[in-house]
């Protein structure tokens, strides 16, 4: 008996650690993340502007906030935001204007 729960004890502290990722696979992935969304921004010269916001597995998305400048001739270079949804499972970069993202309402 005490064989046996010491194996059950084993094999899920196996199967623990099989799924967790390594600091290496979560840094390929938000590289991965970063690259994808800046090639879908719409914006010049865009850099990542915010940190990583993971959301929950069941959800399945993570989104970081791009700034850059307005290309288009009527916008004066104008600087803006955008914010790009990463849906992790299918690896695509979603981005929408989020220029007020930050501004309050009052």
């Given at each position: ?14 199967v ?36 990583i ?23 004066k270079?104008q600087?803006?935001?955008?914010l ?8 695509k ?14």
């Amino acid at each position: 008996m005490k064989k046996g729960c010491l194996l059950l004890l084993t094999l899920g502290a196996l199967v623990g650690t099989a799924h967790a990722s390594s600091d290496e696979a979560w840094a390929k992935g938000d590289q991965a993340m970063k690259t994808a969304c800046l090639k879908a921004s719409q914006l010049k010269n865009p850099q990542i502007a915010s940190g990583i916001m993971l959301f929950d597995d069941s959800v399945g998305y993570s989104s970081v906030v791009i700034s850059g400048r307005y290309p288009q001739a009527h916008m004066k270079n104008q600087r803006g935001r955008e914010l790009c949804l990463w849906q992790r499972a299918t690896q695509k970069a979603h981005v929408t204007e989020a220029d007020t993202l930050l501004t309050l309402k009052r």
